[in-house]
């Protein structure tokens, strides 16, 4: 399985602070990588795919970044509707992985 | 509008087969242009992949659950099955269904999920 890592576990931030999560894969999956968003007692909500392309209807605040083994979600001005944990997920390999997850608090 | 709605017993005893269906509202599971997947999320183990159906009856699993995951598509109730067999506490979950698009592999929509505890 390619194992997925995400840094940090937690992150305290404000309303309006420029927020970056990092993801990095076991082995090298190309551009095969999504972004979600889980807010408690509901299902993910996916933002980012292809690691950079953003899904419809999701704000452009949210950017997704990077190739091979390191990854980045950037949400570039926080907004309260954006607390929530976050996790990536490979689908370079038949068998999908996801992150651990990163926790987004109000600090 | 896709929905997705999962629906099974909420509580299995040890050693018993788990059995969960997705029920798609809003289109068409035989349209060929997705895969229909099962996730599940525990306390433990956070976001797990399990398997995912395309139309055709082809499926991929996880492999550390392959040899207790079976995966089935019913298109003519526009629906698809998880079994999952011999559960023990660790398979407690919230057991959610989601479309993934072929041609871009994203996983667009997810059901709501249903929580599953394997309890005697």
């Known amino acids: 399985d390619i194992q997925m890592t995400q840094s940090p576990s937690t992150l305290s931030a404000s309303v309006g602070d420029r927020v970056t999560i990092t993801c990095r894969a076991s082995?090298?999956?190309?551009?095969?990588l999504a972004w979600y968003q889980q807010k408690p007692g509901k299902a993910p909500k996916l933002l980012i795919y292809?690691?950079?392309s953003l899904e419809s209807g999701v704000p452009s605040r949210f950017s997704g970044s990077g190739s091979g083994t390191e990854f980045t979600l950037t949400i570039s001005s926080l907004q309260p509707d954006d607390f929530a944990t976050y996790y990536c997920?490979?689908?370079?390999?038949?068998?999908?992985?996801f992150g651990q997850g990163t926790k987004v608090e109000i600090k | 509008q896709v929905q997705l709605q999962e629906s099974g017993p909420g509580l299995e005893k040890p050693s018993q087969t788990l059995s969960l269906t997705c029920t798609l509202s809003?289109?068409?599971?035989?349209?060929?242009?997705?895969?229909w997947s099962w996730i599940r999320q525990s306390a433990g183990k956070g976001l797990e992949w399990i398997g995912r159906i395309y139309t055709s009856g082809s499926t991929n699993y996880n492999p550390s659950l392959k040899s207790r995951v079976t995966i089935s598509v019913d298109t003519s109730n526009n629906q698809f099955s998880l079994k999952l067999s011999s559960v023990t506490a660790a398979d407690t979950a919230v057991y959610y269904c989601?479309?993934?698009?072929?041609?871009?592999?994203?996983?667009?929509?997810w059901g709501q999920g249903t929580l599953v505890t394997v309890s005697s």
């Open positions: 082995q090298s999956i190309t551009n095969c």
């Open positions: 292809k690691a950079s």
């Open positions: 809003g289109g068409s599971i035989s349209g060929g242009r997705y895969y």
């Open positions: 989601a479309r993934e698009e072929v041609a871009t592999d994203k996983v667009d929509y």
């Open positions: 997920q490979q689908y370079a390999s038949y068998s999908r992985t």
